[in-house]
């Protein structure tokens, strides 16, 4: 039988099994969801013949924590640090999204400064991510015992860096709390740029090394290159955005098309690959990592004196008030497109009626279906690394 | 199905007593004619190497895990302590649940402990594992893994940090050491954080339940393998939404509200709203704007309204708002709402946005509003065989589910 | 009655000197890794952890015992034993000097390739028996890895057996203390060899990059994913003994085995194992690994071609070459 998807010429993501030739020998792997290289508790279960993928299922929800049903009991004031907790690699972002939407319902001017410190902790929340993501791409590829080891523990102690700086100015190694509602909480402090820019010089001089042992290592490139290639049509469709769908070849960037924050100052340079394979995707990434060093630089630069913060200061968590309005924002994480979606109501006016958080990641797995089938489970591992999924920001 | 105070759920299992330490080489070694005096020397010897090669069976479910990762780095190094992870339960010896542990994930772990060969131990690593943190009230997360399993070291924080972690190792050592020596002694509980520190929301122990119907529960999250094995779409579910190539429209870009109501028939726009479209219409203003190059899908998202009485009364009703993006430079967003009754079915979006697919289930999932065409409409986020749809407003929060809250 | 009474207690010495360099080995790698991943490696256990290794088999040993329900138990307890033993065998022929071998076989370059390539047997009777689908894939990687790799390993093997013109790993050895290293001299089949034998030895011993049958980012621990305590310990010592075992027969048919100036013979042949043994490390310990299809790529299209290669010109030097083989 010949499935209406098949027809597009795209691997068919309901493939019935009973459709599949009755004579093959399959074999039914569940992978995951404790599984070392699963990124968290995602599974999949993919159908074998010998070691090629004839289809993969992907089962998410084993860390859907309602943070949607919370959102919901909990004012408006009292949101910022439960979304902290989403995308856990990068929770700046979070609270990002999460308080611009706010802002866009109740009409909130968020000063210059705010803007721009906003944006500068995004970008380096960004580098830390990425170098995060190489590690455990890098484990994914070369195992816990091995040369992938070695490169995660290095991109791990460069995170490092970055997160003793949001310490500094937070108190937090992660889950700032540090966004609130017309800007930010903590200024920065005394000789925070010196800091910054040293942290930034280790940083960029070591990544010339990780691009070596990464992009320009032979097996490196024989184990990405033409592996999950996602082509930008589907990549679009399936609502991906972020480094997966620059990888695709489609020039898209929230930071550039649609800017908030600082951006419509700060100008990003976008960096965009046509391979679509997980190559293109580590490269995207190496690129933006780049990038975000000299957005950083300028940042800091650049970052106006004025007030931090532009709403009163809160005193009651029942203070903020909406009683109409539905609002989209959504800016560009480290993984793409982070809205929030808000729906206010005047039944509970200090809450909103619905809060939906788009997330980048779960719209990255949904590829999953599309383009593991016809890979290796070697491969699968590698394309599912490539996505780069969060999956407290999948499941919610 | 009676339900407890919940101050009987910290009955804390791992304090009640130390447990029992078999150690199958020890045993053998005392049988053996003349060596039973050796046995004090043994003894040190068997609880020094346990104590000082704890692998580690990485529980990380969420953020907790980063840091457990963290701690295995170069800052901290767990190393240091010959720590080491092992991907496989069975040569672990310590389980670390680091994250957030849901109804769907707590029989799996549960399941993964009991692949661990004894001696072993369980550190509890961060608020989430240790009481559900700020989820604990929540319908989908068990207040803390000690439900579950039984836990030997707490390690608190949001997260903790890596030293946190390691300290939390080092007093392992020290329980495994003094265990082993029989001196032991469960620190007191102070009654008064039983009481300010419990869960508002009853932990569900049914005494006349039948055992199978946990071991059900159990397995329900492998419902949708099971289905898949045997392969058969859900009986009656319609064959997947026709696909027809969009064709690009060349018309010069027009403004999104203009399209609506020119072509959709949409008379009133609300300022600050999306247009309110016909549901039979859906669909078509979907593909309409895909040939505009309105190419990514950004959201599907329904909310409900309950039912309202008094001075505001109204009827129960569904919203569903949906959105699409150009991409490139001067990235714009067309955004769309229906108005639904309960029960109606809204036609499906995948024939136009494959990604419509996911969005879709999970919208289905948590407010039980169906789409019509729909290739695979099953629950994505809860357990296959859950009750209700969370998303509802009728939906209590605190919803127990047995057996694992 | 002396031949036994020497090989027995030459034996007996040879595994105890190789176990207590596998648990040094284990905590030398452990060390060597944490210093090039900028961390420390085990610190606290004994003076600079030197405990460590005995620490993990202690623990090791004091853990329960599971065999799985479902799986076959025979087999199962079998394998781990089967592969100690096949990997401990194999040193029995290998000259650590003149006098310090177990069994001077004259086959004993037969007897080290045939102990090797049966280590797959092992492997296989582990996966299988397992009843776990994580240990069967690695089991099947790991048969078509070892058989593929078997074919440049035994190549590789020859260059050193046509140019001595013996199969006795002393006799060889003997040779190249009367003339030259087969790794100098010739250089050309010589060399290439001896990388050939050290990637078909990484290989064999399914180490980094070649270490897909236990690919822990994908089969969670491949074919010993059910093994617990002791099991678990002789499968590990297998895998280290079997790398040893490896670098020390690459030693003495590339290298010279104990010849040397100065030093005594023994602790010649001791520093060019370790070294070896130090080499696999670090390539373990800074490369990704392949994918199983590659890996056999590698294997058939380049290295089989190669050893051919290195085999014939071998041929050639050992009948045209002036002063050639004695
Ligand atoms: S305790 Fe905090 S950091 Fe840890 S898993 Fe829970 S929410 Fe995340």
Same mark, same amino acid.
């Given at each position: 039988m010949q499935t209406q998807s098949a027809r597009r010429g795209r691997v068919d993501p309901h493939l019935s099994m009973r459709d599949y030739d009755p004579e093959a020998d399959l074999m039914l792997l569940h992978f995951g969801p404790q599984h070392p290289s699963t990124h968290g508790v995602f599974r999949m279960d993919l159908h074998l013949d010998g070691e090629v993928v004839v289809k993969a299922t992907p089962y998410l929800g084993y860390l859907h924590r309602a943070v949607e049903k919370l959102c919901e009991r909990l004012t408006y004031v009292q949101q910022t640090p439960v979304v902290d907790k989403n995308d856990y690699v990068a929770p700046m972002t979070n609270e990002q999204a999460l308080n611009m939407a706010f802002e866009k319902l109740l009409n909130v001017e968020v000063p210059r400064r705010a803007r721009w410190v906003r944006t500068l902790f995004a970008e380096l929340q960004r580098i830390a991510s990425h170098l995060l993501w190489l590690g455990t791409f890098a484990l994914d590829l070369g195992g816990a015992l091995g040369g992938g080891s070695t490169l995660f523990i290095h991109t791990f102690r460069e995170r490092e860096l970055i997160l003793d700086l949001f310490e500094e100015v937070t108190g937090a190694r992660f889950h700032y709390n540090t966004h609130t509602l017309g800007g930010n909480r903590h200024d920065l402090p005394a000789g925070f740029d010196v800091k910054v820019k040293a942290a930034l010089a280790e940083i960029e001089a070591r990544l010339d090394g990780y691009e070596t042992m990464t992009l320009h290592n032979s097996i490196f490139v024989a184990r990405t290159r033409g592996v999950g290639v996602l082509d930008g049509e589907l990549a679009l469709e399936l609502g991906i955005t972020g480094p997966i769908l620059r990888a695709s070849g489609v020039d898209h960037d929230l930071r550039r098309d649609a800017p908030y924050g600082a951006y419509d100052e700060l100008k990003v340079r976008v960096a965009v690959e046509q391979g679509g394979d997980c190559y293109a995707r580590a490269k995207v990434r190496v690129a933006e990592m780049r990038d975000s060093i000299r957005l950083v630089r300028e940042a800091i630069e650049g970052v106006p004196e004025g007030p931090l913060c532009g709403f009163k200061p809160i005193r009651l968590v029942g203070q903020v008030k909406a009683t109409a309005g539905q609002v989209y924002v959504a800016i560009e994480t480290p993984r793409g497109e982070l809205g929030t979606f808000v729906i206010a109501s005047p039944d509970n006016p200090t809450a909103p009626h619905r809060l939906k958080i788009r997330s980048p990641s779960l719209h990255a797995l949904s590829a999953i279906p599309y383009i593991v089938p016809g890979a290796t489970v070697s491969d699968a591992v590698a394309i599912l690394g490539s996505l780069d999924p969060i999956m407290g920001e999948v499941d919610r | 199905m009676a339900v407890t105070d919940p101050p009987e759920r910290r009955a804390l299992p791992v304090l009640a007593g130390a447990p029992a330490f078999d150690a199958p080489l020890y045993r053998t070694l005392l049988s053996a004619p003349g060596l039973s005096v050796l046995a004090g020397a043994l003894d040190e010897l068997l609880a020094w190497g346990s104590r000082n090669a704890l692998w580690v069976f990485p529980m990380a479910t969420s953020c907790c895990g980063i840091e457990l990762m963290a701690a295995a780095a170069s800052r901290v190094d767990l190393d240091r302590m010959g720590t080491i992870v092992r991907a496989t339960p069975r040569q672990a010896d310590v389980m670390v649940v680091a994250g957030t542990i849901t109804v769907k994930m707590a029989?799996?772990?549960?399941?993964?402990?009991?692949?661990?060969? /004894?001696?072993?131990?369980?550190?509890?690593?961060?608020?989430?594992? @240790?009481?559900?943190?700020?989820?604990?009230?929540?319908?989908?997360?068990?207040?803390?893994?000690?439900?579950? @399993?039984?836990?030997?070291?707490?390690?608190?924080g949001c997260p903790p940090n890596p030293e946190a972690l390691m300290h939390g190792l080092l007093r392992l050592q020290e329980k495994i050491k003094a265990t082993r020596a029989g001196t032991f002694a469960a620190p007191e509980l102070n009654p008064a954080l039983l009481t300010t520190t419990r869960p508002s929301i009853a932990r569900v122990v049914d005494a006349d339940r039948d055992p199978t119907q946990s071991d059900q529960q159990t397995a329900s999250a492998d419902h949708a393998t099971a289905s898949d094995k045997t392969d058969a779409r859900p009986e009656g579910s319609p064959e997947p939404a026709a696909y027809e190539a969009v064709a690009p429209d060349a018309s010069p870009a027009r403004d999104f509200a203009d399209l609506v109501r020119d072509e959709f028939g949409v008379t009133d @726009?609300?300022?600050?709203?999306?247009?309110?479209?016909?549901?039979?219409?859906?669909?078509?203003?979907a593909r309409r704007l895909r040939a505009l190059g309105y190419k990514q899908l950004v959201y599907v998202v329904v909310s409900h309204y309950a039912a309202k009485t008094g001075a505001r009364a109204a009827p129960e009703r569904f919203e569903l708002a949906c959105?699409?993006?150009?991409?490139?430079?001067?990235?714009?967003?067309?955004?769309?709402?229906?108005?639904?009754?309960?029960? /109606?079915?809204?036609?499906?979006?995948?024939?136009?946005?494959?990604?419509?697919?996911?969005?879709?289930? /999970?919208?289905?999932?948590?407010?039980?509003?169906?789409?019509?065409?729909?290739?695979?409409?099953?629950?994505?986020?809860?357990?296959?065989?859950?009750?209700?749809?969370?998303?509802?407003?009728?939906?209590?929060?605190?919803?127990?589910?047995?057996?694992?809250? | 009655?002396?031949?036994?009474?020497?090989?027995?207690?030459?034996?007996?010495?040879?595994?105890?000197?190789?176990?207590?360099?596998?648990?040094?080995?284990?905590?030398?790698?452990?060390?060597?890794?944490?210093?090039?991943?900028?961390?420390?490696?085990?610190?606290?256990?004994?003076?600079?952890?030197?405990?460590?290794?005995?620490?993990?088999?202690?623990?090791?040993?004091?853990?329960?015992?599971?065999?799985?329900?479902?799986?076959?138990?025979?087999?199962?307890?079998?394998?781990?034993?089967?592969a100690a033993l096949l990997s401990l065998g194999a040193a029995a022929v290998v000259p650590f000097s003149s006098t310090v071998v177990a069994a001077d076989l004259d086959i004993g370059v037969i007897w080290v390739v045939a102990l090797g390539g049966l280590t797959v047997i092992a492997t296989f009777a582990a996966g299988w028996s397992s009843n776990n689908k994580f240990a069967l894939l690695?089991?099947?990687?790991?048969?078509?890895?070892?058989?593929?790799y078997g074919v440049p390993l035994v190549l590789s093997v020859l260059v050193p057996v046509i140019l001595a013109g013996t199969m006795s790993l002393s006799g060889i050895v003997a040779w190249q203390t009367r003339h030259h290293w087969f790794a100098l001299w010739p250089v050309i089949p010589g060399l290439p060899a001896l990388g050939l034998f050290f990637l078909a030895m990484l290989a064999e011993s399914n180490r980094i990059p070649f270490d897909i049958p236990e690919a822990e980012s994908e089969l969670v621990a491949g074919v010993t994913t059910e093994y617990t305590g002791a099991k678990f310990v002789l499968f590990y010592m297998a895998e280290y003994v079997h790398t040893l075992v490896g670098s020390a027969v690459a030693s003495v048919l590339f290298l010279g085995g104990w010849d040397g100036p100065i030093a005594p013979g023994l602790h010649w042949m001791v520093a060019k194992t370790l070294a070896l043994f130090v080499a696999v490390y670090w390539v373990r310990w800074s490369l990704l690994r392949y994918r199983s299809d590659q890996l056999m790529a590698l294997c058939w299209r380049r290295l089989t071609p190669l050893g051919v290669g290195l085999v014939l010109l071998a041929s050639a030097w050992a009948l045209f070459a002036p002063g050639g083989p004695a």
């Open positions: - | 029989p799996r772990v549960k399941a993964l402990w009991e692949q661990m060969p /004894e001696p072993r131990w369980c550190i509890a690593m961060g608020s989430c594992a @240790i009481s559900g943190d700020f989820y604990r009230n929540l319908y989908s997360v068990i207040p803390g893994i000690d439900t579950v @399993i039984p836990v030997d070291v707490y390690v608190p @726009i609300p300022a600050g709203m999306a247009p309110l479209v016909e549901t039979a219409k859906h669909v078509a203003l959105a699409v993006r150009t991409v490139g430079e001067g990235s714009r967003v067309a955004a769309w709402r229906l108005a639904l009754e309960p029960g /109606e079915a809204v036609p499906t979006l995948v024939g136009v946005y494959a990604g419509a697919d996911w969005q879709e289930r /999970e919208q289905y999932d948590l407010t039980g509003v169906r789409f019509a065409g729909h290739p695979d409409l099953r629950r994505i986020m809860m357990p296959e065989d859950w009750v209700g749809h969370p998303l509802r407003k009728d939906y209590a929060a605190d919803t127990a589910c047995p057996p694992w809250r | 009655m002396n031949a036994l009474a020497h090989g027995a207690s030459y034996g007996a010495l040879i595994i105890l000197t190789l176990l207590t360099t596998v648990a040094m080995g284990v905590w030398f790698e452990r060390k060597f890794a944490g210093r090039m991943q900028s961390r420390l490696g085990p610190t606290m256990v004994g003076p600079v952890g030197l405990l460590q290794s005995v620490a993990d088999v202690v623990k090791l040993l004091n853990k329960e015992d599971i065999i799985p329900r479902d799986a076959d138990r025979g087999l199962f307890t079998l394998a781990p034993v089967l690695g089991a099947m990687r790991g048969i078509a890895q070892s058989v593929s």
